[in-house]
C-alpha cells in the first residue's frame, strides 16, 4: 500500500482554516506560491539593532455587534521546534487593513534572548491570520511570551476581539530535517550535528501524487494513524487504493502529508517515489526520529522533478517560504526588537 493520510483533526490543526484532505491530492489551498525565494537552509537568528516603528492607538469598539475570540499556537507552556511561528487565527472574519497597524502594536512579543522578528497578514479561505517569525529560525532554547491585548480591539465595522491572552513557551533543541526526492534520502541534524541518513520513499510524481517542495514543520505528533484512499476519493481495491494503521506518524500539511513508518514500502526505500505524498521510512527509523522532534521541527523537501511549493499559508506552516523581504512587505509596523 501507499499511505497518505489519517481520519480526524487534531485541535492544533485547526488554526490552519482547511479541512483535512490528502497527501499529494485533494484540495490544494488557496494560495499557489511561485518558487520560494527563501534561503535553501537558513540558519539560527541572531541579534541585531533594531529600531521599532512606533505604532498607532488601536481603534476600540464597545457594544461591538459581532465579538470574535482569536485562535492562537502554539498553547501556553509548549516546548516547540525552532520553525513554529507564533499565529493568531481571526477565523472567517476579515481585519481591515487600516486597523491592523494598531491590531499588532497590542500584540507584544517578548524573548530571552532578544530576538528581532515581524508579524505578517494574511487572508485564506475567510479567514485572517498574522503570524510572527523572526528572519531565520528561532535559536534553540528562547523562551517566548506573547502579550496579546485585544480586548475591544476593533477588527471591522461592528466587529471586536474578545479578551486579554498570554502565552509563553520554549524553544526546543533545533531540528532541521532535509529531505532530497532525488536521492531519496532524509538527513536529520540537530544542534547543527548531524545525527543521521535514513533512506526514504516520497510522493510518486508519474502519478501527481508529489511530495510538496519547500520548507515545511511539524504540525502535530500523530503516532498510530489510520490511513484510508477513500478519504480522497480512490476505492481501497483500486491499484492506487490503501487502507491500513502506520506507527510514528508526524502531520506536515492539513491536506494529509506526514513523516511515517511505510513497512510495506521497505523494498523502495532510497529507491523510487511510491507513496501519495507522504514521506515514509522503516518502523526503526520513524520511532527513533518520532522520539526525537517536537512540533515545529523543520522539514525541508527538495529535489522534485515537478515542483509541487508548499502552499504558504491555510495547510500548514509555509511561513519560511517567504523571504525577509516578502514577510516583511506583510507587516503593519515592520519589524519588532523581542525586547
Avoid at 310 to 336: H, K, P, Q, T, V
Amino acid at each position: 500500500m501507499r499511505p497518505t493520510r489519517a481520519a480526524g483533526l487534531t485541535a492544533a490543526l485547526a488554526l490552519t482554516g482547511l479541512a483535512v484532505t490528502a497527501c499529494g491530492g485533494g484540495a490544494e489551498a488557496e494560495q499557489r506560491p511561485a518558487k520560494s525565494s527563501a534561503p535553501s537552509s537558513p540558519a539560527p537568528s541572531s541579534p541585531a539593532p533594531v529600531t521599532e516603528k512606533p505604532a498607532p492607538e488601536a481603534a476600540l469598539l464597545k457594544g461591538a455587534a459581532k465579538i470574535v475570540r482569536p485562535e492562537i499556537a502554539p498553547a501556553n507552556g509548549e516546548k516547540v521546534g525552532v520553525g513554529q511561528p507564533i499565529a493568531i487565527v481571526f477565523k472567517q472574519q476579515k481585519v481591515s487593513e487600516k486597523l491592523r497597524a494598531g491590531i499588532e502594536g497590542r500584540l507584544k512579543v517578548s524573548t530571552s534572548p532578544k530576538v528581532p522578528g515581524a508579524w505578517h497578514w494574511n487572508e485564506t479561505k475567510g479567514d485572517t491570520r498574522v503570524h510572527f517569525r523572526p528572519e531565520k529560525f528561532w535559536p534553540a532554547g528562547t523562551k517566548v511570551t506573547l502579550d496579546a491585548r485585544l480586548a475591544g480591539v476593533q477588527l471591522a465595522e461592528g466587529t471586536a476581539a474578545a479578551g486579554d491572552r498570554t502565552v509563553s513557551f520554549t524553544i526546543g533543541d533545533s531540528m532541521v530535517n532535509t529531505v532530497d526526492l532525488k536521492t531519496r534520502k532524509l538527513t536529520v541534524v540537530r544542534n547543527g550535528e548531524t545525527l543521521r541518513t535514513i533512506p526514504v520513499s516520497g510522493g510518486d510524481e508519474s502519478k501527481g501524487f508529489g511530495t510538496r517542495e519547500g520548507i515545511k514543520t511539524i504540525l502535530a505528533k500523530e503516532g498510530k494513524v489510520v490511513m484510508d484512499s477513500l478519504s480522497i476519493g480512490i476505492p481501497r481495491n483500486h491499484p492506487d487504493g490503501f487502507f491500513g494503521s502506520y506507527e510514528y506518524s508526524m502531520r506536515e500539511t492539513v491536506s494529509g502529508e506526514y513523516v511515517h513508518a511505510a513497512p510495506d514500502n521497505a523494498e523502495s526505500f532510497g529507491k523510487e517515489n511510491v507513496s501519495h505524498g507522504c514521506i515514509g521510512m522503516s518502523t526503526a527509523d520513524a520511532k527513533w526520529l518520532y522520539g526525537l522532534s517536537l512540533k515545529g521541527d523543520v522539514v525541508q523537501v527538495t529535489g522534485s522533478t515537478k515542483p509541487k511549493p508548499m502552499d504558504r499559508f491555510g495547510n500548514g506552516y509555509g511561513d519560511w517560504n517567504l523571504s525577509w523581504e516578502e514577510w516583511l512587505e506583510g507587516s503593519a509596523l515592520g519589524i519588532r526588537t523581542g525586547a
